[in-house]
């Protein structure tokens, strides 16, 4: 529940921020590309931020370093790719959508800052 609400709370906070790009961040469980509600409902707050204007959506996926980089690489890719179907389901052009996997991140092991991909919405 905590969770859920951290999530929503950061949604509202990027959904204010005028013409700023608009940052929003989905969360994973470890080793996931499963989306669960609340990252559903971040990636339907981002998609309803692209659909307000004709800027680009940059979607950077995130994954925990181990020992095997080259899954790990494949894990943000994955990432990345999973919410850009997602935004491009909720409406959004995917002539609009730019994927950038960030690749591993040197963190603790599962660290909630690596197991995340961030979706920046830009209006123009």
């Known amino acids: 529940m905590r969770r859920l609400s951290l999530l929503l709370g950061l949604g509202l906070l ?3 921020a005028g013409g700023h790009p608009a940052k ?3 969360f994973f ?4 590309t499963q ?6 409902t971040v990636i339907s707050q981002a998609a309803q931020r692209a659909l307000s204007g004709k800027g680009t959506v940059r979607v950077e996926g995130y994954a ?8 790990d690489e494949l894990l943000a890719i994955d990432r990345a790719k999973i919410v850009a179907r997602q935004l491009a389901v909720d409406g959004v052009d995917a002539s609009r ?8 991140v040197n ?4 660290a909630l800052a690596s197991r995340r991909v961030e979706i920046e919405v830009t209006r123009n």
């Open 14 to 16: 990027t959904g204010c």
């Open 24 to 26: 929003f961040v989905v």
């Open 29 to 32: 469980t470890q080793n996931s």
């Open 35 to 40: 989306l669960d509600t609340p990252a559903q």
């Open 64 to 71: 925990a370093a181990s020992k095997d980089l080259s899954a």
């Open 97 to 104: 959508i730019r994927q950038q996997p960030r690749g591993p």
């Open 107 to 110: 963190n603790e092991d599962g």
